[in-house]
């Protein structure tokens, strides 16, 4: 069953010794009635779920069941899509992001984004990939630049490894780097959460674990809601995981609660690797 799945797979403990208490957490957003497709395809179906602050939300499932498109409306980029629609509410600190009124720009400098292939500007620097979103939000000011693109490359684990060759090319540096350059990108311009589009998948094993130390980090400052098709992943660094399926969101609880004890038979099923 599950816990016998974490066993051989010796996750177990790392589950079980990143518990917290969820109670005291304030919600950073509210997702109620969310359904989402192209044209007349349907693709999220009255999904319902909430984001505790502090905290890393794994979001599983197998391919198709929405994830990736469940993630992208959490920040408007869904609607970017042509004949891309969502229906429902997506609170932020009590502001509805998807209300007529709210401007799209605002919403992603508040919701930032990783996606799954890294993408640093290639025609840019290292320095001028980080700098790009504060030069766009109006900072000009060369002496803030500097000391935001240090701060933020300190906090992707990359200003020692990379610090002094800031000037080269975004693309000339590993697929790894190159995805914490995009979360040090990212960091910049301070958001409030940061989403993550399977960030992991084209990494190899050792580019996986620093980014997965970095997302375990980013949670003390930020909201982070992780993509993973990677159970394993998603028992090592979420605090809650929600499982969707074919659209809608099954179940949804702490880590722990997910992988050893799931109150739904689909959850434990997926879980075991009985499909997927």
Known sequence: MSSELLTELGRIPEVEKRVIDLSNLKEKMLVTGLSAGFGRKKVLDDLSISFKENTVTAIIGPSGCGKSTFIRCLNRMHEVTPDAWADGHIILDGEDILAPSMDPVVVRRRIGMVFQKPNPFPTMSIYDNVAAGLRLNGVHDRKVIAEKVEENLKKSFLWDEIGD?????????SGGQQQRLCIARTLAVEPEVIL????????????TAKIEELITKLKATYTVIVVTHNMQQAARISDLTGFLYLGRLIEYGPTPEIFQNPHNELTERYISGKFG
């Open 165 to 173: 060759r800031i000037k080269e090319s975004g693309a000339s540096i």
């Open 196 to 207: 993550m589009d399977e960030p992991c998948s084209a990494l190899d094993p050792i580019a």
